[in-house]
């Protein structure tokens, strides 16, 4: 097994299982696991340079040569050595430091030192450090700058070949880490350098901007164009002065040697650590939960630095990576506004917050609490959510309390109810990556959850994992597949259940399993009669052949994780989509245990924790029912108040009661509703109808037109508090910068709302509001802000003891007798599809570079520059059969609403299917999607919407730029730096000896026997 292998998901510094044994470290005999990579064996015990790599994750590179150590009296890279019982290892001989030294003098003529006026010189700059490690005074092989360009085609990072080491960290990042393939290292030139798609500029290359080679670039040749000219305190001078500054220095370098020089950068670095702070906070995104450090000077934000966060590491996306010109965007909302007629007029907190108390308070008694709603926000933190569901309950007196979760994820949660018990991925995204086939169910997951996606990339590039998609559209995870399918939309329910009833016809069902933890066999196994695959392949339009290659993929695979998103679940049969899949991993055995399960991907930065903290009509924090007396008693007397017995409305139902003047008042934090939910005209209508009407934003969004109140709340950035991933993983945010103008934490406004109404909260921060709610709620009973300091992590449930489960249901299911459920399904047609008079079905979903309707990445001048504008996908066939090009203007129609348009041609769509990305704000998917929903949980049926399109006579420009990496970038896998090929060059040899190396390449990567 090679390294990385072993490595697959593991954080750095562990290394899995291997027996441990005794080698000598410089005399001492300590201990190792056998098989491990030697340098992190010596890293436990002292410091050795090693500049080339970087973790277990990202393997060993070997390019160099820092890392030499003797071993047996041989030299050797000790990145490239596994541990062998009984070695003898010296670092501190002559030889083994003489050939460091050399090492590192041939990447000093790689990179000039000018550390002084440097942007990366922070402390962790690699080579600064290494030249201080080594005491270099002097350099042998004299700097030489390589004759190319900066690159800085990119809007958010350059490239500087004359400072790039060549240690290829970039390329193993992009090749096996992020797996973009857009990177590789020209080792063939006569001057070696990076290279882009093997020899593109950056911007237009297929790089997506996702960061990970700029995180691991040990030194300056890569950077973000947001460190440059502002980290230093004399690296923003202009370029004149700059340059003869380090003439001055280079001077009397050979004099003073590199020591009291690099004293000098030593003490600049340290002033440094004075004006930039770094601050660990957790993604706004999506759901996948990365966490890093943000770097700010002031209000400016410097960087993102990943490195410790239990799900991401060293990974982000664009977004989590660039997009954060938001916060300080000249648009945030920065004073309370009150509507003036037609307009708003800025107003004090207090006496927008009266207004607000006073209204509600006014209508609650003229028409009773049912009057009222509450919408929380999965983009807020837990402690907020939990504060705004307390609200509606404890304050207002209502249930009336939901959040977006409806719009996407309650169908999963529902399905995970019905058969195993918990609503939530059943393990992480390391067993994701163990398994041995993963199956994606309508999730676009390297649009949506990119980091996500890289690990499955990943193990499908190096690991052997096999994958297949069932997907309308060919998206990026689509290409990667063994088998990639596109079943007629809304039919998935059939499919998945024909392939649970193969595996019970042919004898692939986990019997014993099924026997020992499983209720409901018989009957489910009844209800699968009509599901053969002849049924399948007819009613999902699958060939038939195609989907038994599928099934015995199925049944040969060693686990199965399945993953789906709302390809499953905006349907009007999205919660039985949901639970036919979970049925099948029950069958195929694939709970309990930690590789395989269900993953339900979330959307939201929070969604998983909006849901788990009780913003919804039926239940409190922990999914604990409102109609339970118990419960409810003991949620009474935590609050010192009575609560409403009865459920109450969803948002789907409160837009209705809004209609019908049942709903007068609504309370709505973060959440721009019309933009998300569906059928915006009706939305429209409804607030329209409303009394009285609060929006608590960090923009002026679409609802905003229709409030009465406007609240500028504040974004991650400036408060503290809790995400939970859809790993189930409660991570803190620290606060990075102050609320801007007048806004405020989102979690200080409500408190105030509830006081100015007779409540009696005294939350002096979010720790006493986790407090309170770990109290009251068995899944979070051991959370506690200690407990998750800094980078650690809790993945409920958490005993009270602080124990969590990374994995679900090891030692059985949450039901009285421990034993899951099979939950027997029946077929019913989607309730719109395509005819004569709308004869295109619409999917839609998530781009990349934009999140949702784009209230956050249109203010991200980077993402505004590579994907300006919103297009609508349609199939080279569908463009030639109505003569339609790229960029001409159509007009799209549902039976609910009407946008106009540019079209894309492209081959990601088919047929008589079209895609329309999820970023506008001009004109909405959800013009177009109607009001019919999921019949389990009101979840609108996104994805059963038919349209036509007409074209106008305008014929635009491409809406797809130039810059934008799927317009011509041409991606260059290779297995990761192949060292190799550099070691092949005439002008190389291992320092320490005057003779070439002799490799071995081994299958799947570099080689890992760095002897000589
Ligand atoms: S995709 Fe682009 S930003 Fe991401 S690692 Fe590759 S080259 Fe770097
Ligand atoms: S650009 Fe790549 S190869 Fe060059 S120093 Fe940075 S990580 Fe190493
Ligand atoms: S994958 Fe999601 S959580 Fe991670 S950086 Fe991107 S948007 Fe943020
Ligand atoms: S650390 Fe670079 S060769 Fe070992």
Redesign the pocket.
Known sequence: MSVIEMTNGVKAGQSGKQPQVEISLDGPAVAASEGELLVEAILRHKEIPHICYHSPLMGPIQTCDTCIVEVDGQLVRSCGTKVGAHMKVVTESKRAKDARSEAFDVILGNHMLYCTVCDNNNENCRVHNTALALDVQHQEHPFTPKPYEVDMSNPFYRYDPSQCILCGQCVQACQTVQVNETLSIGWELEHPRVLWDGGMQIGGSSCVSCGHCITVCPCNALMEKSMLSEAGFLSGMPKESLNKMIDVVKAIEPEMGYGAIMQVSQTEAKMREERINKTKTV?T??????SYDVWTKDRKILKIAPLHGDA?QI???V???FGWDYVNHKDRLQKPLIREGSNFREASWEEALSLVATKLGTIKQQYGPDSIAIIASSKTTNEEVYLMQKFARAVIGTNNVDNCSRYCQSPATTGLFRTVGYGGDSGGIENIAKSGLVLIVGSQTADS????ATRVKRAHKLHGQRLIVADPREHEMAQRADIHFRPRPGTDLVWISAMSRYMLDNGHAKLDFLDKWVNGLDEFRKSLEPFTMEYAAKTCDVPLETLERVAKELAAARSIAILWAMGITQHTRASDGSTALSNLLLITGNYMRDEGGAYPLRGH?NVQGAGDIGAAPDVYPGYQSVTDPEIRKKFEAGWGVALPPERGMDNHEMVDAMHEGKLRAMYLAGEDMISADSNANHVAGAFGKLDFFVVQDIFFSETCRYADVILPGAPALEKEGTFSSTERRIQRLYQALPELGDSRADWKITQDIANRMGANWNYQHPSEIMAEMAGLTPLYEGVSYDRLEGYKTLQWPVAPDGTDQPVLYLNGFPFPDSKARLYPLEFHEPEEAPDNDFDLFLNNGRLLEHFHEGNMTYRVSGIQEETPERYLEISEELAHERGIESGRWVRVTSRHGSLVIKALVTNRVFGKQVYLPHLSQEGPINILTGSHADVATNTPAFKETAVRIKLLPEQGSNPLKPLNPRFSGKPTPQTGVEVERKWKRKDYHMPGTEKLVQIQPQKGGSSYDGSC
Do not use: I
Not at 285 to 290: A, E, L, P
Not at 449 to 452: D, E, G, K, S
């Open positions: 993604c995104y999506c759901g996948v939960g990365c991401n990974s982000t996306c977004k989590g990576k959850h990119p980091v996500l930065n």
